[in-house]
C-alpha cells in the first residue's frame, strides 16, 4: 500500500473503532455516562483522530453507532421475519435471541436504542429523531411479515406496534429482574395471537 | 411552634423537596445526566442539608424517588383495576391517563422507573433492586385485576407481565416519535383480548 491508502485505511479502521465502542457503551449505559474519553479508551484509535472523523462530537458518534445498531438489528429482524413460519414463528425466535443474548452479556446487552432513547427525546433532536428513524424500521420489517401473513394494512400496523413495545418492555423488566421471564411470557401471550388467521383483506 | 418543632418541619420539608425534584429530574433525563447540584437548585431546599438528609447523596436520593413515584403509580393503578369494568377497561383507560400525561409535558413525562432502569440495572444494585421492586408491584396490581376478571394465576401473570412490558414499550416509541400512536395502538390491541373470557379456573 502507498502510504495514502494506509493513512485512509488506518481512518477508516479509526472511524469503525470509535463507532463499535460508541455502540456498546450506549447500550449497556446510555447516553450521559458516556464520556468521549471512554469511547477514546476503549476504541484503541488515536486520540488526537475522534474530531476528525466525528467533528460534532459525542452526539455525533452517537448517531452513527445507533444508526450501525439499528440497521444491524434490522437486518436481523428481516432475516427472521422472512423464514417460512410467518410472523408468530419469526417473533419466537427473536425472542428466543434476545434472551440469549442478556444472559449471555449477564444482562447488559438489551436493546442497543430504547437507552438513549428515554434519556434524550427530550434533549437532542439529532438523538430521537435517529430513535424514531430505527423504530420505524424495525416497525416496517414486522408489519411486512405481518401482511404477507393475511392481515390488513391497518392492522399490521397496530399488530407491529403492540411486538415492538412488548419486546422494548420485556428487555427493560427482564434487564431490572436479571430474570428472562418477561420475555418468554410475551412471546407465550404474543405468539400464538399472531399465529392465528387474521381478519380482512391482505395489506397488498 | 416551638424552635424544635419549626426546625423539624424545615427538615421534613427539605427532604420532601430533594425528593419531588430528584422524581423530576429522573424521568425527564435520567439518572446519569442529574447531578446532585442541579437536584438542590430545583428543590430550593438548603444546599448543606442534602447529604443530612441524604448520606448516601444522589443514589440514595434516587432510590427514595423512585420508590416514592413507584408507590403514587401502584396506588392510581390499583384504583383503575378496582373499578367496575375489569382489566379491559382499566388498561384502555390508564393508556389514556399515560397519553394525556406525554401530550401535557411535550413528551418528557413517560416512566418515572424505565429510563434509570436501563441506564442502572449494569451499574447500580440499588437502582436494580428498586426498580424491580416497583415493576413487580405494579404487576402484582394488573395480576389481581386478571384473577379477579376469572384469569387462573399463570394465564394472569403472563398477560400481566405482556400488558406491562406492552405498555413500558409504547412509552418509549411515543416519546422517541412525540406521537401517542403507539400508546393507543397497543391499548387497540390489548383492551378486547384482556376484555374476551378467559379460559380456566380463577387464582383463587
Not at 450521559?32 to 477514546?40: F, P
Not at 400496523?157 to 427482564?174: D, I, M
Request: net charge negative; charged share 20%.
Amino acid at each position: 500500500m502507498s502510504t495514502d491508502a494506509s493513512s485512509r485505511s488506518n481512518g477508516r479502521a479509526s472511524r469503525a473503532a470509535f463507532i463499535d465502542a460508541t455502540a456498546v457503551l450506549l447500550r449497556r449505559q446510555g447516553y450521559a455516562a458516556t464520556g468521549l474519553s471512554e469511547i477514546v479508551e476503549r476504541s484503541g484509535a488515536p486520540r488526537g483522530s475522534v474530531y476528525f472523523h466525528f467533528p460534532g462530537g459525542k452526539e455525533e458518534l452517537a448517531v452513527a453507532a445507533m444508526a450501525r445498531s439499528g440497521e444491524q438489528l434490522r437486518g436481523a429482524i428481516a432475516a427472521l421475519m422472512a423464514g417460512p413460519g410467518g410472523a408468530g414463528e419469526a417473533v419466537g425466535a427473536l425472542v428466543e435471541a434476545m434472551a440469549a443474548g442478556l444472559e449471555a452479556s449477564a444482562y447488559r446487552d438489551g436493546c442497543p436504542i430504547a437507552t438513549v432513547a428515554l434519556e434524550m427525546a427530550g434533549g437532542s433532536e439529532p438523538l430521537r429523531e435517529t430513535a424514531a428513524g430505527i423504530f420505524a424500521a424495525w416497525l416496517a420489517e414486522l408489519e411486512g411479515a405481518l401482511c404477507r401473513d393475511g392481515a390488513d394494512a391497518e392492522s399490521a400496523e397496530r399488530r407491529a406496534l403492540l411486538v415492538l413495545s412488548a419486546l422494548e418492555g420485556a428487555l427493560l423488566l427482564s434487564r431490572a429482574r436479571r430474570d428472562v421471564a418477561p420475555l418468554r411470557a410475551v412471546a407465550d401471550e404474543l405468539v400464538p395471537l399472531l399465529s392465528r388467521p387474521s381478519q380482512g383483506a391482505d395489506c397488498g
